[in-house]
């Protein structure tokens, strides 16, 4: 787990120690006339609002043309919030230029990989490497700092908005520029980048810096250089990275006191951000949350959650944004159920959120987001949205002693490894169907099928205190990484992984001998060739699963190593599909294929059992209540739509209503 | 309805006074040597063509340099045609600028969204803002326009070709000029037009003009400010009419005497140009027309026609192209079957169409069309298709009598409205999968299956006078739309809305307190939340009936306000579906689902019988007959390929063949 | 048959005059630290290669910077390969301009038809028509000749590598230039060009050769001049040509000996390289071929390597590149099964390849194909891939008695038509799912499963002494062409051609006065009108087939055509489907709709009846086996996974194992 420097949570403006959990949402009151300011606030007293996040998109009102500015709207926000006993955290305002500095500087806007340029219109239009861009936004930063660095109302800074969200890969001269300089301090001599980028295949070899580019659009039906894209993956993510430290160390320089924060956007298929690297950054983490609709939908906020929970070292973190109900950005936005709102928002504070808030406060009636959800909507407070709201406001006063307890870590964990991620996915590989958070999260959900508590945890964090580890399609293994898993194991760990693991190293250079050869001797097997599955193929296993995706022609070339499941049809029937390799009290196990939830909640029961890690829960309840742990405080959630008795864990007689949450404390 | 200022009919070179109907097509005399004119001449007198559209894409024949001007050839084939006593609909030629313009100046080739230059080698290769071209293409008209204004022939000026069939949406920096004009002209000052983009959200306000540009290329996975987006679509409608109305204007300049005409396109998704504004530049209205495959394309065709008829006025207009049999442009291209062509061909003169022409004459040899039908296909003379032509010419003669007759208005109407197609379809909604013109045509296909006529009419128009009035989808209801809604109910009319409507004002601005907020009242109802279906997602109601794409959850908030339908399976199951508020004589229907023609012709027979509309046909023909009438004729069209028993219309033993149509004479 | 030139074959190092197989693959040592290359040596041995393809991505080796050149290593490498008995197929390297040369040249980067620079980072990357790139490719290839042209090792010259395989198209400024010259040689005069483009049309008449563009990104839902796509095909591929002529020409004035080849890709859809025209250009001709999965990719693999085989004129020729297992560059990349390694192999030998090579000889660590399967596959010598290969060597040792024996004609050919393959997939026509070389492949199906062998042969080649013909989807029929095929049904050919045939000449003008124009009088039959079906469209035929894809209006107007299959269902029911005209002992049939291999079997099996072209396959083998001859010997392929009796053909008790390959000889 990387240590963050320091960790410091909001500066409430009133009575600063009393425990209590943040309630909020994103305020923009520069899109309503100054007489809805007060009603705002009246409605967020009923409501129980304490904390707004103010300012994100407001330069362009705040600095209206290059060297005017226009404080006094927020000056009297920022009074008439503190007036209110509500705290702000107070937002940089750079997430998206005025259109009086993409005028006059269109050399801020970002360029495509096809050579387009981004036009303004939207937001987030700004290449994270132009150096006026960058000078433009400190200024900013500066006045902003100047003027309410010591606002009674400051709870935080909130550097920019959603880092990346659509400007995270830029390919315009500049990028190019500070990719060559990001390239020089990895690599140090263009003949270790030409070995890392293997550019003796297709006569790439580079003579000097200068002829380094980005990825850009190549000839087509070809593939850039893998490890190019790679490292542009990576420099992309450092070069937000480093507009985000830019603006943080400017915001310390002003006010040393105020904890700096950003919103993370970790959800979904968001991969850009390496965030397990930016946690550090951070004086406490904050994270954006939008479920996405489907089976696995709630799984998945709970996977996200706990990732950000761990991220954040088990410390409080913020959940910056959610919504109420539907989002605007799906193909078909559909409202959320009665009950959903409470148990999204619980969930993540289950997972150690100290701050529930949503995108936005009150629903805009003009704009590319008024089709999304607020706490007041449209209907206005005479809604069920806004009684929810305000029956959630009420829910969290009560949880207040909540605040401030740290997640307790469980005995099993998933790694997750945003370089695998990135690299597993690359184009030219043996299957361009592979998708490596799909394949965690439905660990995962095995997980929460069994009742057995799992941290999700960042691969190169500190994960050695885990009993059972599972590592999905951990493709990429350096050296380094290869030598703890092994110790992990011999030091009587338990460690899981599937197909594609262990496949390459750093450079996503193969390791040569048969596959996974990284983990070839960990695991005991040897795979001479990749037997991937075509979209409507299944294959047959012993066990009675299905298998898609992928197979493994494996061999197994240690007499430890057990066969746990075999294929029955298919290109590898008769050969093994699970095993696992005892090494003194530890273990190594192997799953070749893809098994889906349904698949791979029998699978770890067995492994689970096998590494001596129960469940936590009674067995009527394993899959239909999630169980989440914050000190003395265990949350049980009801997954599913129908009420269950939790008597076993809450007490005689105790009923969790459907979607509901429960917090039992000891 | 918008009154032409003016509505002048052809002028025909012979006989002006006598009534007929006027057959033809364009003719491209240079696509053909000499020879074949002669031929041509013979073929048309045979076939019954007693008009040609002329001279569409000559431009470069006739101005083959940029000082050099080609006007024998033109000169041979009027006079030709006019010893023919065949009458010539000249074009302006302006519709493609031959390659030595293009060459001398590519600054008027049109710039995408992405910034791609749209390049010459098909046509409609230019800006609709170009000055260079405007300048150009002046001069082409006045050259024209001197040489032939007197020619016996000419009975119309056919301006351009399908104004922005391919070129309505240019993104150059030349559109970015008119767009700041069009808009100063809009708004007056920036401040009003901040206020209607919403330019507080995402920090887009603009303290100039000059800041200002067409919505190009955004960051991706974002969307341009939607009002933007909407003005830009207005916008463009505009200054595609303005160049219209420049070359009209020229035209009126030379031969005042002369009708100026272009061709619309009005058919299908073609949805860039707003006819409704355009019709009242022109003398008379012109179509061009083709089927789309599926079950309800002659529906389509008909609701079409319909509403071309009623943008005319009821007057005569003119069907400028059609084809005889398949077209080339879309992906399988099917024959018309035996009597389709005739079928089509007078279900326009059906609704008001007094000229009946095809694309094109003789078909192609080469180039880019030659694979779409023509009067005299490849096969020659000696074939059906020239066949069915001919006796189509001899139909039409026959029922020289029907020219000039007016369009009866039916008691029914459609409201068509281009603003809320626009919009109602823009991104960032609660679903993308709404589809305006398909909603309204599912309408009206109900109206046929049911025999009762129903005008499709502009919702701008004057559709007062009808006394069942259908509004699909009338997602934008400015304050003045509203007000002659709930002016039309209290005045006894019977109104019928569905899901989506009365949502926005005229910036796209979200009425507030409830949706649907302009028709809240009126409805007596109120919407806190929308309720999108998924694609596969289907909704049971207690009528039998089918809902998909959208449900409301609605709550009935006026006692007067009754709950005709109601859901009884999804997330609204129990809710109403379908309601009617009465209001003294009058009242205002709510349809909150999509029910498509199946579902909506029984709800509809059910809401025209408490509004006293009756079907005009026997209960054994409705659906298998489409009823239209002009004057004293009434057209009876079979819509199946069956035969038909008409005599209960048409007196005893009269029998419609299949796919004919009969007319009625009184 | 285009007649070559000359034809020389590999100049062998050691015992030149010694009939031997070649067996290598593309030897990329740069990619490997020096003490691989030994171990190189020894496992080529052990394999049994003896010959490489070298250099062929090492420009960037040779040549690091402008002025600079290092050739010490491929000086060993040379050496090492003749040391160890090992020929070179020396490639030119010109295939990826170096990051120095595209650094200070990006003039030379292609240009896409949207106007997108192809950037560098794959390979290819450069303009076809580019003077710069030009120059430098031939001041490399000269150095290369100048040092290597008196190596012993040295077999052959590779030039270029793939030519075309990503950079067959480009739209840049240095192609409009060479565009207009191709232009200007192949009409003559402006006025020619425009009656071949029919500019006629949409007002395109050109005034000037400067104002002719290639075919860019035209108005978005329009198409560009069809003639204009049609002559930049052409032109495209002959400006490969040209640069391959160019290099090869350098290559002879050094060494005049020494043979010169490229590599095509004649394969699957690869369909940009005129290879018919090409062939006659090197002193041996050499291909590339990747199989392509489903059920048909062992017949597409034998259709391909036929057709190599007949563009060589039935002399040896040099498969250059296949795979020992699985590719990279498809979405799922399957492992080859037993067998199909040695399968694929043997079948292009079955087809006249006298050399059998492997992209590559050890599979990369890094780059793009890392994951392309090679001789020394990752899991290194200790592999069933390398035990294949080994077999293989041994296997081709043994069949050195075929090398240089010439293939044995068939009695039966498929026309194949590059002009025909891209004239009927352009668009704007009435189906856009017409595949040209689909059909083709589906009629060489049926010869396989009959047991009748066919040679595919290029349509200007010739084809005259065969028996039976078959002429799919010949739709351009210049009229020299319809006066052979004429002249050959006149002296007793059978002819057999189907839908969409002489329709067009060399202009993509329709020939007139009645489908297939060209051929309308051979065949006996008239269509009025095309009958393109639906994808879910499927009509019944009498004889019980189904057709899909297209249907024909037919006419038969002359006595002597029969009819030999009727429609039973859809808008043809009752008309002819397959017709066949006798002409003295000839005939010319006709095959109007898709039948796919198993409607094409059976009516095969008729129309070769009575043109008296016999099986030359027992019965029970029909199907089952694909024989292929060779001089002497006959090559038995067995298509299925089971072992077949072949007693028949090779003797008493003879088994032909699954996937298996026999050579019999007489």
Redesign the interface.
């Known amino acids: 787990m990387p240590q963050h420097p320091r960790h410091r949570w909001l500066r409430w403006p009133s009575e600063p120690g009393r425990p209590r959990l943040a309630f909020g949402a994103d305020y ?1 009151p ?2 309503w006339p100054r007489e809805v300011w007060r009603e705002d606030m009246r409605a967020m007293k009923t409501a129980g609002v304490n904390i707004v996040s103010l300012a994100i ?5 705040i600095q ?2 290059a060297a005017a500015w226009d404080f006094a709207w927020l000056d009297e926000v920022m009074d008439l919030l503190h007036g209110h006993g509500i705290a702000a955290d107070l937002a940089t ?1 750079t ?6 500095l ?2 006059a500087h269109p050399e801020i806007l ?1 360029v ?1 990989r ?12 700004w290449r994270p490497t132009s150096p006026v861009f960058r000078a433009h936004a400190l200024e900013l930063v500066a006045a902003l700092a100047e003027r309410y660095g010591t606002h009674p109302a400051l709870a935080a800074w909130h550097v920019n908005n959603e880092l990346g ?3 995270v890969y830029d390919y315009s001269d500049d990028a190019a520029r500070a990719f060559r300089l990001w390239l020089r301090r990895r690599y140090g001599t263009i003949g270790a980048l030409n070995h890392a ?12 810096w ?4 980005p ?14 894209q790679l490292d542009f993956k990576r420099f992309s993510s450092d070069a937000l990275r480093e507009h985000l430290r830019a603006e943080r160390d400017l915001l310390r320089q002003y006010t040393p006191d105020i904890p700096v924060t950003t919103n993370f956007l970790l959800m979904g298929d968001t991969r850009g951000m390496h965030y397990a690297e930016w946690a550090a950054e951070l004086d406490f983490v904050a994270n954006d949350h939008y479920v996405i609709p489907g089976p696995q939908g709630l799984d998945e906020l709970s996977f996200s959650a706990n990732l950000v929970g761990n991220l954040a070292g088990g410390r409080p973190w913020y959940l910056m944004e959610h919504s109420t ?2 989002v ?2 799906q ?5 959320k ?1 009665p009950g959903e709102l409470a148990r999204d928002s619980l969930t993540h504070v289950a997972h150690g959120a100290d701050a529930v808030c949503f995108f936005q406060w009150r629903q ?8 999304h ?1 607020a706490m007041i ?4 407070e005479d ?3 806004f009684r929810a709201v305000t029956e959630l406001g009420a829910t969290l006063r009560d949880l207040a002693p909540v605040a401030g307890t740290p997640r307790e870590p469980a005995r099993a964990a998933i790694l997750f490894d945003w370089e695998s991620w990135w690299a597993s996915e690359q184009d ?6 592979v998708r490596y958070r799909r394949e965690a999260l439905d660990w995962y959900t095995a997980f929460l099928n069994l009742g057995i508590r799992a941290d999700v945890v960042p691969a190169h964090g500190a994960w050695e205190r885990y009993e059972l580890v599972v590592a999905p399609i951990l493709y990429m293994v350096p050296r380094p990484l290869a030598d703890r898993l092994e110790a992990f194991v011999d030091a009587g760990g338990h460690l899981v992984t599937t197909y594609f693991s262990g496949i390459v190293d750093e ?4 390791w ?4 996974p ?1 990284a983990l070839r001797d960990l695991l005991g097997l ?10 409507d193929e299944r294959v047959a296993l012993d066990d009675g699963s299905t298998g898609t995706l992928w197979t493994d ?1 494996i061999d197994v070339v240690d007499p430890a190593t057990e066969v746990l499941v075999r294929y029955t049809t298919g ?1 590898q029937a008769g050969r093994p599909a699970v095993t696992r390799r005892a090494l003194g009290p530890g273990s190594a196990a192997y799953v070749s294929t893809r098994l889906g939830p349904a698949g791979l909640t029998p699978l770890l029961a067995t492994l689970a059992a096998r590494a001596g890690v129960p469940s936590e829960l009674p067995a009527a309840l394993r899959g239909a209540v999630e169980l989440a742990v914050r000190g003395a405080h265990r949350f049980l959630i009801n997954r599913t739509d129908r009420p269950l008795d939790v008597s076993a864990l809450a007490g005689p007689g105790r009923v969790l209503a459907p979607r509901a949450v429960m917090v039992v404390t000891s």
Chains 1, 2, 3 share one sequence.
Request: charged fraction near 20%.
């Open positions: 923009n520069e899109q998109f407001s330069w362009a009102r209206p043309r305002a997430a998206s230029p005025p259109p009086w993409t005028a970002p495509d096809d050579g387009r340029t981004v036009w303004p219109g939207a937001r987030q239009h969200c659509h400007n980028w293997a550019t003796t295949f297709w006569s790439q070899t580079y003579g000097d200068e002829q380094v580019l990825p850009r659009r190549p000839a087509p039906g070809s593939y850039p250089n893998p490890t190019q109900s539907a605007n950005w193909p078909v936005n559909k409202a159920a805009s009636a003009g704009g590319a987001e008024k089709y959800s909507p449209h209907a206005g809604s069920d949205v030219s590989h043996p299957s361009d169907r450079h996503e250079h193969v040569l001998g048969g596959y050869g040897r795979i001479e060739e990749f037997g991937p599955l075509l979209d022609r290109e």
